[in-house]
Structures are given as structure tokens and as C-alpha cells.
């Protein structure tokens, strides 16, 4: 009885194993988000007849967006590094996932973008003043 018992566990393990094998995403069809080691392009709409904030996403604070203009405007080869308030944002996309939400990130759109950002668990303040050392900055630009 003991035996059979045995042979049984092996079988079910077994062919639960060899189950996993074939069942589950394959690699064919797989979309990587992660390419490159920087965070997802986003443009932010801050309202009041003022340019989109366009760049790359580098934060998501409690309070505020981190972006990276991406597009050189900002002089200093790399462009400036700008905080944008919630409380400013109308509203914003993520051209490559297709993306786009009203306000200021709340709820799941804040849980996503902080996944898509550069920096998932936020920048200390050394992070943040090598960050910006490295891209020829001093400090951050708020957008008031």
C-alpha cells in the first residue's frame, strides 16, 4: 500500500512537472517592456497653453513625476531633468505602450508608471545628485 502510494506521488509530480513545461507563455509571442536600461517615454499634458513635458519617465514619487527630456531641448547633451507636480497634471500618455490617462496619476495608473519608470523604488538623494551630476545639472526643474 505504501509503494503504491509512493509510485503515485512520483507519477502526479511528474507529470505535473513535465505539464509545465508546455503550459504557460512561450517565448515566441513574449513582449519584453524592458529593452534598454531607462525608463518608458511618457508626455505629460500640464496644462494652461504650456508645451508637453516629453521624455523619458525616471520617478514616480508620492506627489510628483520625474521626467528626463529625452529630446535635447533642454541643452547639456541630455536634456533637463524635471519634476512635475500631480496637482498640475491633466493628464499624460506612454506612446510605446499605447497608453494614456486623465489628472494626475492615481490608483493603478501610479502603481504601473512607477513600474515603467527608471527607477521603480525611487531615488535617495546621493542617487538623485549623481543623476543629475552625470547629465551636467545642479538641480532639478519644478514646473510651476
Known amino acids: ?14 507529470m505535473g512537472g513535465g505539464a509545465g513545461c508546455f503550459v504557460g507563455p512561450s517565448t515566441k509571442n513574449f513582449q519584453r517592456m524592458a529593452q534598454r536600461p531607462e525608463g ?7 496644462g494652461k497653453g504650456r508645451p508637453l513635458v516629453s521624455g523619458e519617465l525616471l520617478e514616480v514619487r508620492d506627489t510628483a513625476l520625474l521626467v528626463r527630456d529625452t529630446t535635447g531641448e533642454g541643452g547639456g547633451g541630455g536634456g533637463e531633468i524635471t519634476l512635475v507636480p500631480f496637482r498640475l497634471v491633466r493628464g499624460g500618455r506612454v506612446p510605446a505602450r499605447g497608453g494614456s490617462w486623465e489628472g494626475g496619476p492615481r490608483g493603478r495608473t501610479w ?25 551636467g545639472r545642479d538641480s532639478l526643474t519644478v514646473v510651476r
Open 1 to 14: 500500500m505504501r509503494r503504491l502510494l509512493m509510485t503515485g506521488c512520483l507519477f502526479v509530480a511528474a
Open 111 to 135: 502603481d504601473r508608471l512607477r513600474l515603467l519608470s527608471r527607477f521603480p523604488y525611487g531615488l535617495a538623494a546621493p542617487q538623485l545628485q549623481a543623476l543629475l551630476a552625470a547629465y
Open 40 to 46: 518608458a517615454a511618457v508626455e505629460v499634458d500640464v
